[in-house]
């Protein structure tokens, strides 16, 4: 088996296409140097290393050894050096983690391996660079012996052993703290033996000597590095499997570090944060790569070397325009100048936030590098919903005083209490606090506090820092490097601008200009939703609002799947109007009785002992449900209705205090003791699977015959007022023909009687809802009555896996840490269990009336992965809630290109 696949000159045996096998970083050093980029050689050690890594106690195939030298010689032959080598220039390498995606939680890099006591005599020969081979060698063990040899911060240790020994140095010989630059060849030789003595005294071992040793424990430290917490925690986070595993690469090290014609930097082809095409990026003169990221010295923006080495910087350029037009995407990438010449050490697809790949596809198809469908698949389903979040009410924002800015690094407003820590960020929003993360730098162990907050501030750190990274990828509100931020974590205070914030004070921050104001700011619509719900003309001319339109116009020329709306009220089915549904999927109609006094008859209608008192009340009722469809229909302009009949058990809607019990007895005029006896008959073990759906129908018929009654004078009312009707009525929880036949049985007669007494014709359609496995697994004998079938997938869900949706919280995380269910099934359908049953209920229901309709109406309409998969199975359409639309929307027409 070939475990390993080799780079460099030109050549390689891998490419851009093979990042499960290669990784992300792997496959596209291969293609970059397969384009002719100058990339430094190296070799790839694949994924299934890893894998068999965990499969075999945490040992490796024994072929790898031979072939990892073979790729060590040839990247030896390429660079003309040798590994190890005491004489000449030794070959030194960089060991670099690699997953499919880049993994923040994965083992940091090592850089300068190969080092060791001789070799750095021959570099500091070949180079007559002393300092420079002892910096190497100094920064070698200190990352060597961070990563692979654990010497890390202990309880109650402040700063980093390394770090502090250096610091210490620095005043026994300065007196002072110096800049690291300024220290000598001796100082770093000398700091090389402090080092080592750490490692001996934290570990008990000895520093590994030989290359190969270290070569070795540097891979098994990267394939460890899989299973760390932090990287367990991000995997569960994006749904990333475990199985895939992470590749090593080791490649030829470049210097960054020799001099002022030096130096490091990382770059985004275009600005990740808001989509402008303009090269974006950082830089560090005489700097090792790690250094631009870790805060240590500030870095420059990268438009700074057009001045400061033109020659590189034009190249840079170069670069920059070749991979986009390879790659017809914005890159991110990471290069190292050594001595003048550049060198690319990093290319993937930049991670971006919902208005910057807005924009990048808009451009992109206007610049021809990718076409309209390509456009669609570009902006992420469900990132689409942070370009609908508010944004800071521009009237109450006048009005707030800035503190501070940084660097807008997550587009977006966002308001909260501020904490400092992520554990006390992650309490607070559990308690339902909207919380702040304010950290001078994040890093990996922030990740929680930043899933838990709103938004994120840091003191340190630029457009490439930790919290900016994450921040784009999950869409937060973040505003990074706001120098003016001073936070003391000891008394767990900010103090910006000549203010003292404690934790629990409000601040407000604007992640897309950067600005920070001190407590609550009011927010306002964002301009789509401005746009498109309350008409605003100064927000339909925004860049931002016509490229929403223009995406959303290409998804309806794409699109099969249809989105329809889950609405209760006119207002909701509006607004999903004008988000381009077609159509209501459900209206729970049981919503409407909770109305101002109505709950009053519906609840004289639950104590009513004969059937005569029982339609009393409902009669009621019924005008308000004839006035609520009245206004669905007219909303809705033409577009279909789905309407379900009373789906809840009854009890819901009794009063359950005492107190409440005795107002009701009051205003019914009757004993306390009746209602009270009545919710103790209603009272149910498992209301999930009790009285309710079509069973209430069934026991009391002349509810079914009031809201039939209520939607068919409803339509014939629209109908006159030149509005036309289209109910679709749905009856739920059918498991049997039968129960379908009785209730459908009423409607029609029902809309016969209304039909001559207004004198019009209506078209209505009568149908059901799947949500139990017996309506499922009968289907085809169901469609002899059913006109459509809408899949409830909340109870379908719920009956098929046999959890209640409402309990499942106390196991099922555990279920999803042990990977027994990949996501919450009540949140993305269970493809294989809830699915496969769906598939027989599709081909049985067809079998008997082929052109049944077929749609979704559970939350899993709203939900990407869902909506793609009710696409596969050729459903008619999706509904979900109004504010998903658009997502939905996006979702089926990316299923569909
Ligand atoms: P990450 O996945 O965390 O970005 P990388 O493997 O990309 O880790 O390495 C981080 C940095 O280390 C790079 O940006 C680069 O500056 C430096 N680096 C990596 N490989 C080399 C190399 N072959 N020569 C010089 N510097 C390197
Ligand atoms: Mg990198
Ligand atoms: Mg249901």
Not at 54 to 72: F, R
Not at 340 to 369: C, I, P
Request: with cysteine; proline share 5%.
């Amino acid at each position: 088996v070939k475990y390993v696949y080799t780079w460099g000159a030109g050549k390689a045996d891998g490419n851009g296409g093979m990042k499960p096998l290669l990784g992300g970083k792997g496959a596209n050093l291969a293609e970059m140097t397969r384009i002719g980029l100058p990339v430094p050689p190296g070799f790839t050690v694949t994924t299934e290393v890893c894998t068999y890594y965990y499969a075999n106690k945490k040992s490796y195939p024994s072929s790898l050894q031979a072939q990892m030298e073979a790729g060590i010689k040839n990247m030896e032959r390429i660079m003309g050096t040798k590994f190890g080598d005491a004489e000449g220039f030794p070959l030194l390498v960089a060991v670099r983690s690699g997953a499919r995606d880049s993994m923040p939680g994965m083992m940091d890099t090592i850089l300068n391996l190969g080092l060791n006591d001789q070799t750095v005599l021959s570099l500091e020969k070949a180079t007559r660079n002393p300092r420079f081979a002892w910096d190497c060698y100094r920064r070698f063990i200190q990352m060597y012996g961070d990563v692979v040899l654990g010497v890390q911060k202990r309880e109650g240790e402040d700063h980093e052993p390394f770090e502090s020994l250096i610091h210490a140095y620095k005043h026994e010989v300065y007196q002072t703290d110096i800049e690291d630059s300024k220290l000598t060849a001796d100082d770093q030789q000398e700091l090389v033996k402090r080092f080592k003595d750490l490692v001996k005294e934290r570990t008990g071992k000895v520093f590994p000597n030989d290359p190969w040793d270290q070569l070795r424990g540097a891979a098994g430290a990267v394939f460890g590095s899989w299973m760390n917490d932090r990287a367990i925690v991000y995997r569960r986070k994006y749904n990333i499997p475990t199985e895939w595993g992470t590749a090593v690469n080791v490649q030829a090290m470049v210097f960054g570090n020799t001099g002022d014609t030096s130096g490091s930097g990382v770059a985004f082809t275009r600005n990740p944060a808001n989509g402008t095409n303009e090269f974006y990026g950082e830089f560090l003169i005489n700097a090792q790569g790690e250094d631009v990221v870790a805060g240590v010295r500030t870095p420059e923006p990268v438009a700074n070397l057009k001045d400061e080495m033109p020659k590189s910087y034009a190249e840079l350029l170069r670069v920059r325009s070749i991979l986009e037009k390879h790659f017809r995407d914005v890159q991110d990438i990471e290069f190292t100048i050594q001595e003048g010449k550049l060198f690319m050490l990093q290319t993937r697809n930049g991670k971006r936030t919902a208005a910057a790949a807005l924009k990048f596809s808009m451009d992109m198809v206007r610049e021809k590098l990718i076409d309209w469908k390509t456009a669609i698949l570009r902006n992420p389903a469900d990132q689409l919903d942070q370009l609908l979040a508010p944004i800071f009410d521009p009237a109450e924002v006048k009005k707030a005083k800035p503190i501070a800015t940084g660097l807008p690094a997550g587009p977006g407003a966002a308001t909260g209490r501020i904490y400092f820590n992520a554990d006390r960020a992650v309490a607070a929003a559990a308690k339902g606090e909207k919380v702040l993360l304010a950290r001078i730098e994040t890093s990996p162990e922030d990740l929680r506090g930043m899933i838990a907050a709103e938004g994120i501030i840091t003191a340190r750190g630029g457009v490439s820092s930790h919290a900016a990274l994450v921040a784009r990828q999950m869409g937060k509100v973040c505003v990074c490097g706001a120098a003016a931020v001073q936070i003391d974590y000891d008394k767990k205070i900010a103090a910006i601008d000549g203010q003292t914030f404690a934790e629990g004070d409000y601040l407000s921050i604007d992640g897309t200009n950067g600005t920070i104001y001190a407590g609550q700011i009011k927010t306002a619509p964002s301009e789509i939703i401005a746009g498109l719900l309350h008409d605003d003309k100064a927000a339909q001319k925004t860049e931002k609002f016509k490229h929403y339109a223009q995406l959303m116009a290409w998804c309806a020329k794409a699109t099969k799947l249809q989105v329809r709306t889950n609405a209760d009220t006119p207002d909701q089915a509006a607004n999903a109007i004008a988000f381009g549904a077609t159509g209501i999927g459900l209206t729970r109609t049981e919503h409407m009785f909770f109305e101002g006094d109505r709950i009053d008859s519906m609840r004289e209608m639950i104590l009513a002992d004969t059937v005569a008192a029982r339609e009393a009340a409902l009669a009621k009722l019924l005008p308000y449900q004839r006035a609520d469809f009245l206004g669905i229909f007219k909303a809705l302009k033409g577009f279909p209705a789905t309407i379900r009949f009373i789906d809840p058990p009854l009890h819901e809607f009794l009063p359950h205090t005492k107190e409440q019990q005795m107002d009701l007895a009051r205003k019914l005029e009757i004993p306390v003791e009746r209602i009270m006896a009545r919710v103790n008959e209603l009272h149910e073990f498992n209301p999930m699977l009790g009285f309710r759906g079509c069973r209430l129908g069934i026991k009391y018929p002349e509810i079914t015959r009031m809201q039939a009654r209520a939607v068919f004078e409803a339509a014939a009312e629209a109908q006159k007022a030149g509005v036309k009707a289209r109910p679709e009525i749905m009856i739920p929880l059918v498991g049997f023909k039968k129960e379908l036949d009785l209730q459908v049985a009423i409607v029609n007669e029902t809309a016969k009687a209304v039909q001559t007494e207004q004198k019009v014709r209506l078209t209505y359609k009568v149908g059901t809802m799947i949500e139990v496995p017996r309506g499922a697994l009968t289907a085809g004998e169901i469609a002899q009555t059913a006109e459509f079938f809408s899949f409830g997938t909340n109870d379908l869900t719920q009956t098929v896996l046999g959890m209640s949706r409402d309990d499942a919280g106390s196991f099922l995380g555990a279920y999803q840490e042990a990977e027994i269910v990949k996501k919450n099934p009540f949140a993305s359908i269970d493809q294989t269990g809830v699915g496969a049953l769906m598939r027989v209920a599709i081909e049985n229901g067809r079998a008997t009336r082929p052109d049944i309709k077929l749609g979704i109406c559970g939350e899993h309409g709203g939900d990407p992965d869902s909506v793609k998969f009710c696409h596969k199975l050729g459903l008619a359409y999706v509904s979900c809630s109004p504010y998903r639309v658009p997502v939905a929307r996006l979702a089926a027409a990316q299923a569909a290109v």
